[in-house]
Nanobody, 113 residues
Framework: QVHLVESGGGAVLPGGSLTLSCAAS?????MAWFRQAPGKERNIVASINSVTSNAYYADSVKGRFTISRDNAKNMVFLQMNNLKLEDTATYYCNVDRAYSTYWGQGTQVTVSS
């Protein structure tokens, strides 16, 4: 079992920045961030490989968001720059370990003028 604790959400003006953090209770394989806006499906935002650190980004966030991880601390981060209104959502940390998937409780990001 892996427990995840997210932090870093909040309210920000368009064009602003936020950094999300997720701490896992143990070693993980892949780590990722998803988001879900009200009335919409949960979609992947970014993911990062535990060995190669190769990253994947959804087209909507490429060039604005950066995912990174600290394997020694079992943490994953999402640096979000130039935030847009459409980035408003609940962001969820997601990790895989030994063929099981775990989710964080979610952290709210609100971009509003």
């Amino acid at each position: 079992q892996v427990h995840l604790v997210e932090s870093g959400g909040g309210a920000v003006l368009p064009g602003g920045s936020l950094t999300l953090s997720c701490a896992a209770s143990g070693r993980t394989d892949s780590m990722a961030w998803f988001r879900q806006a009200p009335g919409k499906e949960r979609n992947i935002v970014a993911s990062i490989n535990s060995v190669t650190s190769n990253a994947y980004y959804a087209d909507s966030v490429k060039g604005r968001f950066t995912i990174s991880r600290d394997n020694a601390k079992n943490m994953v981060f999402l640096q979000m720059n130039n935030l847009k209104l459409e980035d408003t959502a609940t962001y969820y940390c997601n990790v895989d370990r030994a063929y099981s998937t775990y989710w964080g409780q979610g952290t709210q990001v609100t971009v509003s003028s």
